[in-house]
């Protein structure tokens, strides 16, 4: 599989537009859940760590997914989150955790992955009975987010009453939405949601 963040891993936090983003989900994250050291969380999409880098201090143990291996490398050489933090390089739709989590984050990665619906099923099967997810991406665009033809980008942000549907569908009650972030880019500005649910006990 192409590594397609393999170029962007090296300056990825010094980016702007990520960093915007982080700092607006994690700050909207912690304002919106509990968070305690008991709690084993994963993070599906975490690049280099910028979002749970934040939440490590908070929780018991956190396991971070991506598919790109450079992303993952810039991780996992931050000292800081050394044995807190553990890394895992793989597709989990494909190949899923024999492990169960009280919360999955997740920032900006839903958009890449085809089928929403298998991954948020994916997710509820990694979650515990009552687990949370916390989930931030792009509201609906007009696709000038990114640069035309750039690979891997399978939707154009998501509209809160479809993506509410399909996150029931999925077994996850307790919908809740609000805008984490507003970035700009070009000079034309993108909101960021944060979604939150819990895995409803009859899903359990």
């Not at 891993?9 to 702007?16: E, L, V």
Request: glycine share 6%; hydrophobic share 45%; charged share 25%.
């Amino acid at each position: 599989m192409t590594d397609l963040f393999a170029d962007k891993a090296q300056d990825w936090d010094t980016r702007p537009v990520p960093a915007q983003i982080s700092a607006g989900v994690t700050r909207t994250l912690l304002d919106t859940l509990s968070l305690d050291e008991t709690m084993q969380v994963l993070d599906f999409g975490a690049g280099t760590g910028l979002i749970c880098g934040a939440i490590a201090p908070h929780v018991a143990h956190v396991v971070a997914v991506d598919i790109s291996q450079a992303m993952l490398d810039r991780l996992a050489a931050k000292p800081e989150l050394a044995g807190k933090v553990e890394t895992r390089c793989q597709d989990i739709t494909q190949q899923p955790l024999d492990e169960r989590f009280d919360l999955i984050v997740s920032a900006m990665a839903l958009h890449h992955v085809d089928d929403t619906a298998q991954l948020l099923a994916t997710f509820a099967r990694h979650l515990k009975p009552d687990g949370r997810i916390a989930l931030a991406d792009l509201d609906t665009e007009d696709g000038s987010f990114h640069p035309a033809g750039t690979e891997g980008v399978f939707h154009q942000g998501f509209d809160r009453g479809a993506l509410t549907d399909l996150l029931q569908k999925a077994g996850l009650g307790e919908v809740s939405f609000t805008t984490a972030a507003t970035v700009h880019k070009d000079e034309r500005p993108y909101d960021i949601f944060l979604v939150t649910a819990r895995k409803s006990t009859a899903a359990a």
